[in-house]
C-alpha cells in the first residue's frame, strides 16, 4: 500500500524558516517523480514544486521560486522542502504527492498524495 | 501565466448527470486529469488523459475533451460525490509542468 506522510509543518513568523518532510512507503521511491501541491484555508490547489526521480530535473512555480528548494533522498525514501523567507501568503497546508510520468513529457498527474501538514505564517 | 478555467460551483439533484467544465488554450495539445476533495481529506484522482478511469473509481465517472475544453461528467450523481473537483494539466510552453484549475464545487441537492 502506497503511503505518503508529511511532517514538519507548523507556526512560524513571517520571514522564518521550515523544512517540510515526507516520507514514502509502498512503491519504488527511486522510480519516481514526487511533487509538493499546496491549499491556502478555503482556497483551491496550488501546484509548489516537482523533482525527478534522480533529482535531475526540478521545477517550482513563480510564487515560490527563490525562496523554497526542493530535494529528496532515494536511500531514505525521503522528499523535502526547504522554506526560507515565508510570508503570510505561504500559509497553507502542504501536500506531497506522487506523480505519474515525467514533468514536461505530456503526461505528468498525481496517484496518491498524503494527508498534508498545516504550515502557518504569522507574527 | 497560463491558467485553466472552471466554474466556481454546480448543482444538480441525485441520480441527475453533472456535468464540470475546464478551459484551457492548450488543452488540445496536453492532456487533463481530474481530482475529487472532499472537506479535510486530500484529493484522489478520479480521470487521467483526458478520459481514462482509475481503478477503484466508479464508471459513473467520465472525461472527454474537445478543443480547448474538458469536461467531467458524473451520471447518476449520488449524495457521495459531493465535493470540489479540480481539473490539472500542464502548459505548452514545457516551461510549467502543472497547472491547477480554481476547482468547481458539486453540491447535490
Known amino acids: 500500500e502506497v503511503q505518503l506522510v508529511e511532517s514538519g509543518g507548523g507556526l512560524v513568523k513571517p520571514g522564518g524558516s521550515l523544512r517540510l518532510s515526507c516520507a514514502a512507503s509502498?512503491?519504488?521511491?527511486?522510480?519516481?517523480?514526487m511533487n509538493w501541491v499546496r491549499q491556502a484555508p478555503g482556497k483551491g490547489l496550488e501546484w509548489v514544486s516537482s523533482?525527478?526521480?534522480?533529482?535531475?530535473?526540478?521545477y517550482y512555480a513563480d510564487s515560490v521560486k527563490g525562496r523554497f528548494t526542493i530535494s529528496r533522498d532515494n536511500a531514505k525514501n525521503s522528499l523535502y522542502l526547504q522554506m526560507n523567507s515565508l510570508r503570510a501568503e505561504d500559509t497553507a497546508v502542504y501536500y506531497c504527492?506522487?506523480?505519474?510520468?515525467?514533468?514536461?513529457?505530456?503526461?505528468?498527474?498525481?496517484?496518491?498524495w498524503g494527508q498534508g501538514t498545516l504550515v502557518t505564517v504569522s507574527s | 501565466s497560463y491558467e485553466l478555467t472552471q466554474p466556481p460551483s454546480v448543482s444538480v439533484s441525485p441520480g441527475q448527470t453533472a456535468r464540470i467544465t475546464c478551459s484551457g488554450d492548450a488543452l488540445p495539445k496536453q492532456y487533463a486529469y481530474w481530482y475529487q476533495q472532499k472537506p479535510g481529506q486530500a484529493p484522489v484522482l478520479v480521470i487521467y488523459k483526458d478520459s481514462e478511469r482509475p481503478s477503484g473509481i466508479p464508471e459513473r465517472f467520465s472525461g472527454s475533451s474537445s478543443g480547448t475544453t474538458v469536461t467531467l461528467t458524473i451520471s447518476g450523481v449520488q449524495a457521495e460525490d459531493e465535493a470540489d473537483y479540480y481539473c490539472q494539466s500542464a502548459d505548452s510552453s514545457g516551461t510549467l509542468p502543472v497547472v491547477f484549475g480554481g476547482g468547481t464545487k458539486l453540491t447535490v441537492l
Open positions: 504527492a506522487k506523480g505519474v510520468g515525467a514533468p514536461i513529457s505530456g503526461i505528468y498527474y498525481f496517484d496518491y
Open positions: 523533482i525527478s526521480s534522480s533529482s535531475s530535473y526540478i
Open positions: 509502498g512503491f519504488t521511491f527511486s522510480s519516481y517523480s
